[in-house]
């Protein structure tokens, strides 16, 4: 345990006191699991989020999720339908939670995917040279469009399949991840033990692979969260314009807009329980975010 | 002051480079990414003359670089953003018809958000840690993590459907009202200006949601920017010699809110610019007829001349928007000077 | 602890027995630990000690800007007789900046830096009762005069970073006085400004005291500014004073051990302080002795482990908090 409060400590840099040297993303990560069991609102968002994901795919549900019950159409909760039916007769329990196959999954990987191009476009724009200059010039130009209506247009344009809705959502993402990894990268250049990783001659690729890379990656996986948190809204929002997921496969989005006809007069169930499923993953993850934040000791307070 | 003009002429003298690569990147959008739209509209079902018919139409059976050559060509000499394949009206008209709609819910929701998350992010910063703080951050928490349309709903539910203090969450208006004579086009300012003070409580009765809705939603960014910025702010060296001045509390925080302004102003621009695309989903909810609206309804029947114009006409807007934000920034900020 | 320093005829300013502590969930700090020390009119009074030792938090207390969680859990603070500690903040208030002025570190943070001059001015002097715009302007104009601007016209109608740090700083202290204090507060008041600047701005504090016959509260970790602008000074340790009396005398015939390290660490007058040997103790748990124990040379007495000494006459006006009588055995 102790060993493990060390690696933490050496693993995940703080702000006041010097990064640590050549820490690795993985010794990092096994780092943070241990630290999960300290910091409460990690642990509580982290076990959320996977139980949502558990429940998605193998969870024992009452009725199939996309085989609609056309003698029960727009039930009010009750003891066979537990979370009432929409106008097409689905079930809306078994659907709540089937939709976490396809939301999670596809927020998850559009995140992984912003990384992935994220961190090396960041290293790169961290170097003093023009190329960085015209990453960032780029970038300014690129987030001067609106980013989500970007994102519905391209799925629009070029087909709802889930490659597409994942490089959308990877797409929105990628700026915050360039900064992010960039701004890092720039402090992290500055510090002692960089100087001296560069003074023994190790080559820039290498000081950028083994020293300033895995410095980010508590900040990272922290914006990683949020990201992650955000995709979530896009899927469904997206899936609620009618641009994303489509019915009868089942999404939050789709749920919602399913039920969205139904609100105004009074049959909540079939919008609520989708969309309070939605803000229960996105607090989630903003917990995770916020215990890793705090974790790596950048929480402001 | 020389170098400030020297900043504000060099962000001008991009302005052209910036607008060209905005339209290159509406047109890439559309013409460069993977699918032909023409064989979506057309259906499974369409013979293959049908299919080339409406590549003729649309212009994609020619070559892309004549496309874009035609697509700059227009847009210069005829001012023209092309015509929707859908119900050949010019783009240009479909678009400044509905703008003045989305102009007035961005206004008045980015308004709401403004003051609410201001008044949620000064009472944070000013009682930090104590129970206004906790409250505030709190409903921080809860804003932001609802998304906005479910937000919406969430509204119509409890307070058209339950309390029934709001109208039945359709248009600008009611159905059976007659719309104020066009001036504007914007439906608040039009009764306004035509005097029509019944007809001006419907347009405020129907925003209300949507604009509560959006307010509630972005609220979340202006109160952890003021609260950041207003905490540092209350705690500088500069707050302290005000009070040690004997400066009453009010004005100590206002000393504050000036150093948080700035942040606070460039959030304002970036989600207004934002916005113009960003409350799409809630004008859909709502019916509220504006661009955003109109844009999905072009993406989901894939009107590819629509959307390609949508997009540029946002992309000018947002361009617009940030150099209007850097001219303020620098207006505002005296120190702002040595770039 | 008895009135140490304080003679028997009503002061200026009369400090009595303060604490402060900065308390967290975590843990507590004890930055005051039981201060007094008093001012009579047209006196100056240096404070000094290192950082750390409670002199920034003791001077936070007086004006009552203490920065939370920082609190005056006891003694009291009295202006002409009005104790300060529990006072209404509005009344307060209206002290501040009229009967005490204060005098900060950094005179570029203490400016509000997208106001003109002039309004901040105004901002002050209309904190404290009405005036017209041109009256204000005039009292401003006269004001940046007396504390040596060369063009107060203009100074008044710019901007605070288009000031020099000596100017800045001049026209933080015309901001302070401009309402004519009975007190004037400097904390620091020239660090990070320049040595010829540093005589300059002091020098200038001074005058401006002495012509008005004001008292003055001179905050520094510098031994040598005690000795050319105080006539009387208060030696600060882990939030105790621990030796007080004329500037002369302490500096030359040092009571407390603490003094006399601070002393022999001067290398040469207007650099800066090295402190003694050893560190302040963290001030979460008070020792049971003396503060200075750990890092003392002479601990001898028995009651130096058990027992905190309290301030004790060892001269004409010259008080320290030791056990035992050092200069009888040495000197």
């Not at chain 1, 990092?28 to 982290?46: E, Q, V």
């Not at chain 1, 900040?219 to 995709?231: R, T």
């Not at chain 2, 309390?163 to 300012?189: F, S, Y």
């Not at chain 3, 009292?139 to 504390?147: F, H, P």
Request: glycine fraction near 8%.
């Amino acid at each position: 345990m102790s060993r493990a409060r060390l690696v933490l400590a050496r693993a995940l840099p703080q702000r006041a006191t010097e990064p640590s040297e050549g820490g690795r993303a993985g010794r990092a990560l096994r780092a943070l699991g241990k630290g999960a069991l300290t910091h409460k609102g990690l642990t509580i968002g982290f076990v959320v989020i996977l139980l949502i994901l558990l429940a998605g795919f193998f969870a024992p549900l009452p009725h199939d999720p996309i085989q609609p019950n056309p003698e029960s159409t727009l039930q009010s909760p009750d003891g066979e339908f537990w979370f009432g039916t929409d106008r097409f007769g689905f079930d809306v329990f078994s659907r709540v939670f089937a939709s976490a196959r396809l939301d999670l999954p596809i927020a998850l990987a559009g995140t992984l995917l912003s990384i992935a191009v994220g961190i090396p476009l960041g290293l790169a724009a961290s170097n003093k040279s023009r190329w960085s200059e015209r990453i960032m010039r780029g970038l300014d130009m690129f987030q001067s469009f609106p980013l989500l209506v970007l994102a519905f247009a391209i799925v629009a344009l070029t087909g709802n399949t889930l490659q597409n809705i994942i490089f959308a959502i990877a797409l929105v993402n990628v700026p915050r991840f360039i900064r992010l990894v960039r701004s890092e990268a720039l402090v992290l250049r500055e510090s002692r033990f960089i100087e001296a990783a560069t003074a023994i001659g190790a080559s820039r690729t290498r000081v950028m692979l083994r020293h300033v890379m895995p410095n980010t990656m508590g900040i990272v996986l922290a914006q990683a969260s949020l990201a992650a948190a955000h995709a979530i809204i896009v899927i469904a929002g997206l899936s609620f314009l009618g641009i994303g997921i489509t019915p009868p496969d089942a999404s939050w989005g789709v749920m919602i807009r399913v039920g969205s006809q139904n609100i105004a007069t009074g049959q909540w169930w079939v919008s609520f329980f989708p969309g309070a499923m939605v803000f229960v993953t996105i607090v989630a993850f903003n917990m995770v975010a916020d215990g890793v934040t705090r974790l790596i000791g950048r929480a402001e307070d | 002051m020389r170098y400030r003009t020297g900043a504000i002429a060099k962000r001008l003298l991009f302005i052209p480079v910036a607008v060209f690569i905005v339209i290159t990147l509406a047109f890439g959008l559309v013409n460069l990414t993977p699918g032909d739209p023409a064989l979506v509209i057309a259906g499974d079902l369409a013979s293959d003359e049908h299919v080339a018919e409406i590549r003729a139409e649309l212009g994609t059976d020619k070559p892309l670089p004549q496309r874009y050559a035609a697509y700059v060509r227009e847009l210069f000499t005829e001012r023209s953003l092309g015509t929707s394949f859908f119900t050949k009206r010019p783009i240009w008209d479909e678009i400044t018809q509905r703008f003045p709609d989305t102009l007035e819910l961005v206004v008045l929701g980015l308004l709401g958000a403004v003051l609410y998350g201001s008044l949620l992010g000064t009472l944070s910063s000013y009682f930090r840690r104590r129970w206004p703080d906790t409250l505030s951050r709190t409903s921080v928490t809860i804003t932001q993590s609802i998304p906005d349309f479910f937000m919406g709903l969430l509204l119509i539910y409890v307070i058209f459907y339950i309390i029934g203090w709001a109208p039945a969450p359709v248009g600008r208006i009611g159905l059976l009202d007659r719309p104020p004579d066009r001036v504007t086009g914007a439906v608040i300012l039009d009764t306004l200006i035509a005097r029509d003070w019944g007809l001006l409580k419907t347009a405020f009765h129907h925003a209300m949601l949507p604009v509560v809705t959006l307010a509630l939603f972005y609220s979340s960014h202006f109160a952890k920017t003021s609260r950041a910025v207003l905490s540092r702010a209350l705690n500088s060296d500069q707050v302290e010699f005000a009070r040690a001045c004997g400066l009453s509390e009010l004005r100590v925080v206002g000393y504050a809110f000036r150093e948080a302004r700035t942040p606070v102003v460039t959030y304002i621009g970036i989600l207004f610019a934002a916005l113009f695309g960003g409350a799409a989903i809630v004008e859909t909810v709502f019916a509220w007829g504006g661009l955003g609206q109109w844009a999905i309804d072009a993406m989901l029947k894939l009107d590819v001349p629509a959307i390609q114009g949508f997009i540029l006409v946002v992309g000018l807007l947002t361009l617009l928007v940030y150099l209007l934000l850097d001219l303020i920034v620098v207006a505002l900020d005296p120190r702002v000077s040595y770039e | 602890m008895t009135a140490a320093a304080a003679p028997p005829t009503a002061s200026l300013l009369e400090v009595t027995d303060l604490r402060v502590q900065f308390r967290s969930r975590r843990r507590t700090v004890h930055a005051v630990n039981g201060v007094s020390f008093a001012i009579d009119e047209g006196e100056t009074v240096g404070l000094v000690g290192e950082t750390g030792c409670g002199k920034s938090a003791t001077v936070r207390a007086i004006i009552g800007l203490l920065k939370s969680p920082g609190r005056v859990t006891a003694g009291s603070v009295r202006l002409e007789g009005t104790d300060l500690v529990g006072l209404h903040p509005r009344q307060l208030r209206q002290i501040r900046g009229a009967s005490i002025g204060f005098v900060p570190q950094n005179p570029f943070g203490a400016l509000n830096p997208v106001l003109r001059i002039e309004r901040q001015f105004r901002n002050v002097i209309r904190a404290h009762g009405r005036g017209r715009r041109a009256e204000i302007r005039s009292t401003a104009l006269d004001m940046l005069d007396a504390v040596g601007i060369a063009d107060p016209e203009r100074v008044l109608r710019g901007y605070a970073h288009e000031l020099s740090g000596g100017m800045a700083q001049r026209v933080v202290i015309a901001l302070a006085m401009v309402l004519n204090p009975r007190l004037v507060v400097a904390d620091e008041p020239t660090t990070g400004l320049d040595l010829t600047i540093q005589r300059q701005i002091l020098d200038l504090i001074r005058d401006l005291a002495e012509t008005e016959g004001r008292s003055m509260l001179l905050v520094t970790h510098d031994v040598g500014v005690v000795a050319q602008y105080c006539s009387r000074v208060l030696v600060m340790y882990a939030g105790q004073v621990v030796e007080a009396g004329p500037v002369r005398r302490v500096l030359t015939e040092p009571a407390h051990p603490y003094t006399e390290a601070l002393l022999a660490a001067v290398p040469r007058r207007g650099e800066r302080l090295v402190g003694a040997q050893g560190t302040v103790p963290t001030l979460l748990e008070l020792p049971p002795g003396c503060f200075y124990y750990d890092r003392c040379q002479y601990r001898s007495d028995p009651r130096c482990a058990t027992e905190a000494p309290s301030l004790r006459e060892v001269g004409p006006g010259h008080w320290a908090a030791v056990h035992y009588d050092k200069g009888a055995g040495s000197t």
